[in-house]
């Protein structure tokens, strides 16, 4: 049997066992892992042996009319210190990859810090647990920007988004190939798509705009405090966008076949899509999302696995983003 199976199983096991305070029996523990896992209870048998070797201090007890149970020691199950259960504990430490983009910031040295605080609180052998699990799971960000240069700016612009102050920006628009001076007010930060923006009110185009973070060359605080606009909604700002550019919504009927289906139609892809099985095997999706330049190279990306139903305008956009591309390989 993987290494990876047993460990996950264990994970299984210790969850059940954090949230009960009257004991687990083995049927119990094997009638709670998921169907595709191992459930005789020898096999549990070892598993809550390796744990316990682990350093979670597990005790059996003959309960009248349930036999024997299983269960965490009372002062383990929940650490005061933290409140975090050992699982929890160990879900937070093991998820310092996902900060990987924003090393060197302020943000991601306070937050591994707390993780270093609550690694600190399992058991020593807890820590060779750890790095079992960590033999389990991955973590893959894909593309993404390194903001370890742009530590200072995002220190400025959290402190400015705290306090309510607005800010000058140089900001270079790419499109463009331009350096321009902005006042903005700052409203959150929005990581998305491997990138992070800043999400504010530019006093010069009189509207909330989303600015890269790597393309701000300066930041400056300012005396002048603003008030986040009580009917401003994060989500609802970028609710049509399929990734981050935002544009005006339009209604796409896609048709995927069935090699593509496969792998479509168990994903998100925005929070709009309806998806219809269609009886050969192919699915049709309906979104509606910005039509942008990001929608089109979304749909290239799926190669001849799609069918453009509508709109006609999105055809023509994708059809000459292809010639484009064939008239310069």
Request: charged fraction near 25%.
């Amino acid at each position: 049997m993987p290494r990876n199976d047993q460990v996950t199983r264990q994970w299984h096991l210790l969850r059940t066992l954090e949230v009960s305070r009257e004991g687990v029996t083995l049927q119990a523990l094997a009638d709670g892992l998921p169907a595709d896992f191992t459930r005789h209870h020898r096999t549990i048998r070892r598993d809550l042996e390796a744990l316990e070797a682990a350093g979670f201090p597990l005790l059996t007890e003959k309960v009248d009319g349930r036999g024997v149970v299983w269960k965490l020691m009372e002062g383990f199950r929940n650490i005061p210190a933290l409140a975090f259960s050992p699982t929890e504990l160990m879900a937070l430490t093991f998820s310092r990859g996902l900060l990987r983009p924003l090393e060197g910031t302020q943000l991601q040295a306070s937050l591994d810090s707390a993780l270093g605080k609550a690694a600190t609180a399992l058991p020593a052998p807890g820590h060779a647990y750890l790095q079992q699990l960590d033999g389990c799971f991955a973590i893959g960000l894909g593309p993404h920007v390194s903001y370890r240069q742009h530590k200072e700016t995002i220190d400025k612009l959290t402190e400015a988004i705290t306090k309510g102050r607005t800010v000058q920006l140089r900001y270079f628009t790419a499109s463009r190939n331009q350096t321009t001076r902005r006042e903005v007010n700052p409203y959150r930060l929005w990581y998305a798509n491997g990138a992070l923006y800043l999400v504010a009110y530019c006093h010069l185009r009189e509207s909330v705009r989303l600015f890269a973070v790597e393309r701000i060359r300066s930041c400056t605080l300012t005396p002048h405090a603003f008030q986040l606009p009580l009917s401003f909604d994060l989500e609802t700002y970028v609710g049509d966008a399929l990734r981050v550019m935002r544009g005006k919504p339009v209604t796409v009927e896609l048709l995927f076949d069935k090699a593509t289906t496969a792998w479509v139609k168990d994903r998100t892809w925005h929070p709009s899509q309806k998806l219809e099985p269609q009886k050969t095997g192919r699915l049709r999706m309906t979104l509606t999302v910005a039509a942008t330049p990001e929608l089109v190279g979304w749909l290239l990306g799926f190669g001849g696995g799609v069918t453009i139903l509508r709109p006609q305008e999105l055809k023509d956009a994708v059809r000459s983003a292809a010639e484009r591309i064939l008239s310069k390989t």
